[in-house]
């Protein structure tokens, strides 16, 4: 065999071992790119539960608080038709232990809110979260409740009572069947020791999207 027959097999040996080392190497960079994509998608797709997961909680993507306690879901229900109206966050007072129907029936005088109208000491209800989030960065809050024998139902004085309003406009809103709000904004102020308290507003359980619409006009 020649030498230009010899160099020639040669040389093809030698491209042929540098294609496979190379197709290995970029399918390896491949998986690991693939790995890596996949990784990150994993880390996106848990930011995103979780922030879905937290939506009872003040985002601080607007000046506007809502907070609230709702018992049977009439003043959710407002604090959420607020919300939309006023571009607010909202954050809800969730009483560790949470009333039960038999808890509320307030024609029973052996029921959990019966004894606690009865015995005030009772009425210092823990709560599941005081905190809220980014909370220095609401300047107006809002705080909704159902009135309990003419005042805002207590797990609400548990959160006023955690939490500093100095620096914040605070307005109180109830929802009643019947009753009015009565003082219960300024007991709720007393208890709190901070913030400039407004003048509140009484909702009916149900209230007409003029009430809404009136009210939201009044404090912008």
Same mark, same amino acid.
């Given at each position: 065999?020649?030498?230009?027959?010899?160099? @020639?097999?040669?040389? &093809?040996?030698?491209? /042929?071992?540098?294609?496979?080392?190379?197709?290995? #190497?970029?399918?390896?960079?491949?998986?690991?790119?693939?790995?890596?994509?996949?990784?990150?998608?994993?880390?996106?797709? =848990?930011?995103?539960? $979780?922030?879905?997961?937290?939506?009872?909680?003040?985002?601080?993507?607007?000046?506007?608080?809502?907070?609230?306690?709702?018992?049977? @879901?009439?003043? $959710?229900?407002? /604090?959420?038709?607020?919300?939309?109206?006023?571009?607010?966050?909202? #954050? $809800?007072?969730?009483?560790?232990?949470?009333?039960?129907?038999?808890?509320?029936?307030?024609?029973?005088?052996?029921?959990? &809110?019966?004894?606690?109208?009865?015995?005030?000491?009772?009425?210092?209800?823990?709560?599941?979260?005081?905190?809220?989030?980014?909370?220095?960065?609401?300047?107006?809050?809002?705080?909704?409740?159902?009135?309990?024998? @003419?005042? /805002? /139902?207590?797990?609400?004085?548990?959160?006023? $009572?955690?939490?500093? #309003?100095?620096?914040?406009?605070?307005?109180?809103?109830?929802?009643?069947?019947?009753?009015?709000?009565?003082?219960?904004?300024?007991?709720?102020?007393?208890?709190?020791?901070?913030?400039?308290?407004?003048? @509140?507003?009484?909702?009916? =359980?149900?209230?007409?999207?003029?009430?809404?619409?009136?009210?939201?006009?009044?404090?912008?």
């Amino acid at each position: 065999m020649n030498k230009k027959v010899i160099i @020639g097999i040669v040389a &093809v040996l030698i491209i /042929a071992v540098v294609a496979v080392l190379g197709y290995s #190497f970029l399918s390896n960079d491949s998986d690991d790119n693939n790995v890596n994509n996949e990784n990150n998608n994993s880390n996106n797709n =848990s930011i995103t539960d $979780e922030n879905v997961t937290n939506d009872n909680i003040g985002s601080g993507t607007g000046k506007t608080l809502i907070v609230y306690y709702s018992a049977t @879901g009439n003043t $959710e229900e407002v /604090a959420e038709r607020l919300a939309e109206s006023l571009n607010a966050d909202t #954050f $809800e007072i969730v009483p560790s232990d949470p009333y039960t129907d038999e808890d509320l029936d307030w024609t029973d005088d052996n029921s959990r &809110v019966s004894r606690e109208y009865n015995d005030e000491s009772l009425r210092d209800v823990e709560l599941e979260n005081t905190a809220v989030p980014l909370w220095d960065s609401y300047d107006t809050v809002l705080i909704g409740y159902p009135i309990w024998w @003419g005042i /805002a /139902a207590w797990p609400v004085s548990s959160f006023v $009572e955690a939490n500093d #309003f100095t620096g914040k406009t605070v307005i109180p809103f109830c929802t009643s069947s019947s009753s009015g709000l009565g003082n219960s904004g300024d007991l709720l102020e007393d208890k709190a020791g901070t913030g400039t308290w407004q003048e @509140g507003h009484r909702f009916s =359980s149900n209230p007409s999207d003029d009430d809404i619409t009136d009210f939201v006009d009044s404090i912008s």
